[in-house]
């Protein structure tokens, strides 16, 4: 069994910065990946940022590249996004999501409002 717990959301203005973590905990000694999506009431769930356990290659979508930086604590099991330069279309719920022999484990969400 694998758990993800998100912290790190909140409001902020437009412009500012803000910090997500999610630690994995449990089953996670096969960690394939973890990253972050993010989701708008109406839309479906989009891809935000990647990051792979192995060789440490990271992956952004293209809104979000230069602005936003994905990072991990390998002892910890946490990735991290350093979101900075936030915009008011970045306001959705993050999910954190793993990707562990196979298997795709997804935290609870959590809101990040931006506001202009």
């Known amino acids: 069994q694998v758990q993800l717990v998100e912290s790190g959301g909140g409001l902020v203005q437009a412009g500012g910065s803000l910090r997500l973590s999610c630690a994995a905990s449990?089953?996670?000694?096969?960690?394939?990946?973890m990253g972050w999506f993010r989701q708008v009431p109406g839309k479906e769930r989009e891809f935000v940022a990647q990051?792979?356990?192995?060789?440490?290659?990271?992956y952004y979508a293209d809104s979000v590249k230069g602005r936003f930086t994905i990072s991990r604590d390998f002892a910890r099991n946490t990735v991290f996004l350093q979101m900075n330069s936030l915009k008011p279309e970045d306001t959705a719920v993050y999910y954190c999501?793993?990707?562990?022999?196979?298997?795709?484990?997804w935290g609870q969400g959590i809101q990040v409002t931006v506001s202009s």
């Open positions: 449990g089953r996670t000694f096969d960690t394939d990946r």
């Open positions: 990051f792979y356990w192995s060789g440490g290659t990271t």
């Open positions: 999501a793993a990707t562990i022999i196979g298997r795709d484990y």
